[in-house]
């Protein structure tokens, strides 16, 4: 399915969100918590997008390749490990997101930030879901 041409006002109201989300945040902490979403969800499309942006971008391959197992890499900082967390309880919601998470990603980053980095959790599980549903190709921009 090509939900674009399918629905293009909610592909662009989804892009639009996507593009206001990642104002004010670091560009590579914005392609870690998209490559680590779209692990959790299992979507090829977004993993092939997200990890050749981070390339583009200059992130690191080795931190690129140990995202899945970040809590016992060193290769993150304390903020991007909250973000990551943040991440993984947004994602996952298993029974909400916890206070202890939620304050210490509040600890690195202040609201107008911590709202912007909510919303590129909530963006990229949306293309997430919309590519893994529709069966989007990786390798097909």
């Not at 996507?18 to 499309?45: F, H, M, W």
């Not at 977004?46 to 992130?59: I, M, N, P, Q, V």
Request: hydrophobic content about 45%.
């Amino acid at each position: 399915m090509n939900f674009f041409a399918a629905a293009p006002t909610i592909f662009k109201a989804v892009l639009a969100l996507d593009t206001a989300a990642k104002q004010g945040l670091d560009p590579a902490l914005v392609e870690l918590v998209q490559i680590r979403a779209s692990q959790i969800n299992r979507c090829a499309y977004c993993l092939e997008y997200h990890t050749t942006d981070a390339r583009k971008a200059g992130e690191d391959e080795q931190r690129i390749h140990q995202l899945s197992a970040w809590e016992e890499s060193l290769l993150y900082s304390a903020a991007e490990r909250a973000a990551l967390a943040l991440t993984e309880a947004v994602t996952l919601l298993p029974g909400g997101v916890s206070d202890e998470i939620f304050d210490e990603a509040a600890r690195h980053f202040d609201e107008e930030q911590l709202a912007h980095l909510l919303a590129v959790i909530f963006t990229v599980n949306t293309w997430n879901r919309m590519n893994v549903t529709t069966r989007k190709t990786p390798g097909t921009r």
